[in-house]
Nanobody, 121 residues
Framework: QVQLQESGPGLVGPSQTLSLTCTVSGGSITTNYYFWSWIRQPPGKELEWMGAIAYSGSTYYSPSLKSRTSISRDNAWDMWSLRMLSLKPEDTAVYYC?????????????WGQGTQVTVSS
């Protein structure tokens, strides 16, 4: 059973950089057909997919966030990271790491517990 755990600062100042890490247990970040994503939910709003890194190492980003966001991974430690530049108050949200594995017959989703990030001075 794959388990995910986010880590990072809870409070970031405006215009600063956010760095979050998600650690995988019970699996490997290079396992075939897994996609490792970051998803956030601002207060009172819906979930927003931010981007993902695939088992192959390919990365994908939301067009609206692409200019400020990068995702990378550390294969040795089975973790992947989100880096987001120039934070704004509207980036305040609960940030989740998410994994999806796609097989021939089904897909499976795994979620971290989420970590609150507040952008404020």
């Amino acid at each position: 059973q794959v388990q995910l755990q986010e880590s990072g600062p809870g409070l970031v100042g405006p215009s600063q950089t956010l760095s979050l890490t998600c650690t995988v247990s019970g699996g490997s970040i290079t396992t075939n057909y897994y996609f490792w994503s970051w998803i956030r939910q601002p207060p009172g709003k819906e979930l927003e997919w931010m981007g993902a890194i695939a088992y192959s190492g390919s990365t994908y980003y939301s067009p609206s966030l692409k200019s400020r966001t990068s995702i990378s991974r550390d294969n040795a430690w089975d973790m992947w990271s989100l880096r987001m530049l120039s934070l704004k108050p509207e980036d305040t949200a609960v940030y989740y790491c998410h994994a999806r594995v796609i097989t021939v017959v089904a897909s499976y989703d795994y979620w971290g517990q989420g970590t609150q990030v507040t952008v404020s001075s």
